[in-house]
């Protein structure tokens, strides 16, 4: 389910140029845009013409708190409007010109996307990036998805449990520079706050049951099993309690060592469920998580670039143990096992299931900010290792893909889902003024 926002709609216009056109293909817009799910409208009901009228729909429109505002350019237009409007709002615009109508006795009708150019240079050479522009009949919902990642962030609440795992510096991350970039602040948590989380008997249960319903539980025993029921359950209500829409924790050594086992196993029923939990204390992969749960994409996974074939040219996009259940192939055993490394488990083994899929990372280094992205295909493979896992055919050479990895530096885990996203993210990027690497 894709994340609700607010957007603004107003429609501008000038009466040397055909405003009664204008203002029937508004109302039509009007309409269509507000069958579009997961959006609330607050739309300035007539057209704006004059320097007070934008002045009276930008105060309707900034009283409204929305996330983002289309600005329709219905005729050539007065050059204030689109200005008093985005100093009213400050939120990201999207410039949205109509297709010529047949010309009139030698005049042109409309003059809308000359209406859209003057509004870009005008916020261009304001300092203002957080625009887009679109022309045609349909508005351009892969803008709208781009603010519903912005919304998403400014509205998590993210925590950490006991910081980034050991030696992994490249996910090390800047709060106060997250914070400026996505209004995000970090909670900070010790590992023993999760799993001494109260849980009543009647969740663990539940979750036992719902645990041996995902997987085959033969290979673990009973204490093994009741942990990891327990250990669901604790996380589950920890990230309830606090209000945490995104974990990130440290799963290792410490889980093992002091509580018995690894939080591979409770994390993969979680996440089937639309948690995110990251493992390895990875903020930006949360993030990453978060945002293209935020578009619609269903149950992120964060993924290690574990190996590539330059032969076969496929990659296995692989973890310990981690991935959503409900991303299993159905055709693989998914069961629970003894964790390979140190054999305090528990963690999921199964291969995910085939189709295209988008990749992301929010990656920052050297003082920038950047947007991984790729999309690629996930094809049939044997059950050949322990972990979850899935064999993936990039749309560019696998070589290229890691070459382009290793060149800028990219953390070794990025979010999968399943679909095509890398319109809206390109969007969103623009608008935040982040470097796309692809």
Not at 50 to 63: F, H, P, Y
Not at 251 to 280: K, T, V
Not at 337 to 349: H, I, L, Q, R
Not at 409 to 427: R, T
Request: overall charge neutral.
């Amino acid at each position: 389910m894709k994340y609700p926002v607010k957007l603004g709609l107003v429609c501008l216009a000038r009466e040397t140029f055909d405003f009664n056109a204008a203002k029937s293909i508004y109302g039509t817009l009007k309409e269509k845009v507000q069958k579009i799910p997961a959006v609330t409208w607050v739309i300035v009901p007539d057209l704006v013409i004059s320097i007070e009228d934008g002045k009276k729909a930008a105060e309707m429109l900034a009283r409204e708190n929305i996330d983002g505002l289309v600005c329709i350019s219905g005729t050539f237009h007065l050059g204030h409007l689109a200005l008093d409007l985005y100093k009213a709002v400050r939120v990201p615009i999207l410039l949205w010109g109509m297709n010529e109508l047949p010309y009139d006795g030698g005049k042109i009708r409309l003059n809308s996307v000359c209406g859209v150019n003057l509004n870009a240079s005008n916020l261009y050479k304001a300092g203002v990036d957080e625009y887009h522009a679109i022309v045609g009949d349909e508005i351009d919902e892969n803008w709208i998805d781009a603010i519903r990642v912005i919304a998403r962030l400014k509205q998590t609440r993210l925590g950490i449990a006991g910081y980034r795992a050991h030696g992994f510096f490249n996910l090390t991350v800047s709060d106060p520079q997250l914070f400026a970039q996505t209004g995000i602040l970090i909670d900070h948590y010790e590992l023993s706050e999760i799993y001494n989380e109260p849980a009543s008997l009647e969740e663990v249960k539940r979750r036992k049951e719902q645990l041996k319903a995902a997987f085959d539980v033969r290979d673990i025993s009973e204490a093994q099993l009741d942990k990891v029921a327990g250990l669901a359950a604790s996380i589950d209500a920890f990230c309830t309690r606090t209000g945490t829409d995104s974990l990130a924790i440290r799963c290792w050594p410490e889980f093992a060592r002091d509580y018995g086992i690894s939080p591979c196993a409770a994390m993969s029923l979680l996440q089937s469920e639309g948690r995110i939990l990251a493992c390895e204390g990875d903020v930006e992969g949360a993030i990453s998580m978060l945002m293209h749960q935020a578009v619609g994409g269903e149950t992120p996974f964060l993924f290690d670039f574990s190996q590539v074939d330059l032969k076969e040219n496929t990659a296995l996009l692989w973890h310990c143990g981690v991935a959503p259940c409900n991303l299993w192939d159905k055709t693989s055993k998914c069961r629970l096992d003894s964790y390979f490394a140190g054999g305090k488990g528990v963690t999921a083994d199964f291969v995910l299931r085939t189709g295209d899929f988008s990749v992301a990372r929010l990656d920052a280094a050297r003082g920038k900010w950047r947007l991984f992205l790729q999309e690629g295909t996930a094809v049939p493979m044997q059950q050949l290792l322990k972990g979850s896992y899935v064999k993936a055919v990039f749309k560019k050479p696998v070589a290229d893909v890691l070459q382009t990895v290793i060149d800028n530096g990219i953390a070794h885990h990025a979010s999968m889902v399943y679909g095509h996203y890398m319109k809206p993210f390109k969007i969103l990027a623009k608008i935040k003024k982040w470097e796309i690497i692809e």
